[in-house]
Nanobody
Framework: QVQLVESGGGLVQAGGSLRLSCAAS????????MAWYRQAPGKQRELVAG???????NYVDSVKGRFTISRDNAKNMAYLQMNSLKPEDTAVYYC???????????????WGQGTQVTVSS
C-alpha cells in the first residue's frame, strides 16, 4: 500500500519561510509527476507547484519567485520551500503524486492528508 505523508506546516509571520516535505512510502515501483496543492477555507483546491521525474517545474503565478518545488527521486521525497510568505498563502497544503506500484503497469493518483500553513499578518 502506498502512502504520502506531508510535514513541515505551521504558523509563521508574514515574510517568513517554511519548508514542506512529502514522503512517499510503500510498494513503489516508480513515481512520475509530484505536486503541491493547497485549499484555503471556502475556496477550491488549487495547484501550487508541480515537478516531473525529469525535474521540470511549474508554478501558479501567485507563488512564482517565492516558492520552490524540488524532489529527491532516490528517497521518494518532494519538498516545497516557501519564502516571503503572505497571509493569502494560508491554506491546507496537500502533496500529490502519480505512482506506479510494484506489480502494476499503470500510474495512479495519490494524495497526502494535508498540512496546515497559517501566515499571520
Amino acid at each position: 500500500q502506498v502512502q504520502l505523508v506531508e510535514s513541515g506546516g505551521g504558523l509563521v509571520q508574514a515574510g517568513g519561510s517554511l519548508r514542506l516535505s512529502c514522503a512517499a512510502s510503500g510498494s513503489i515501483r516508480s513515481i512520475a509527476a509530484m505536486a503541491w496543492y493547497r485549499q484555503a477555507p471556502g475556496k477550491q483546491r488549487e495547484l501550487v507547484a508541480g515537478i516531473t521525474s525529469a525535474l521540470i517545474t511549474n508554478y501558479v503565478d501567485s507563488v512564482k519567485g517565492r516558492f520552490t518545488i524540488s524532489r529527491d527521486n532516490a528517497k521518494n521525497m518532494a519538498y516545497l520551500q516557501m519564502n516571503s510568505l503572505k497571509p493569502e498563502d494560508t491554506a491546507v497544503y496537500y502533496c500529490n503524486a502519480d505512482i506506479m506500484e510494484l506489480g502494476s503497469r499503470r500510474f495512479r493518483d495519490y494524495w497526502g492528508q494535508g498540512t496546515q500553513v497559517t501566515v499571520s499578518s
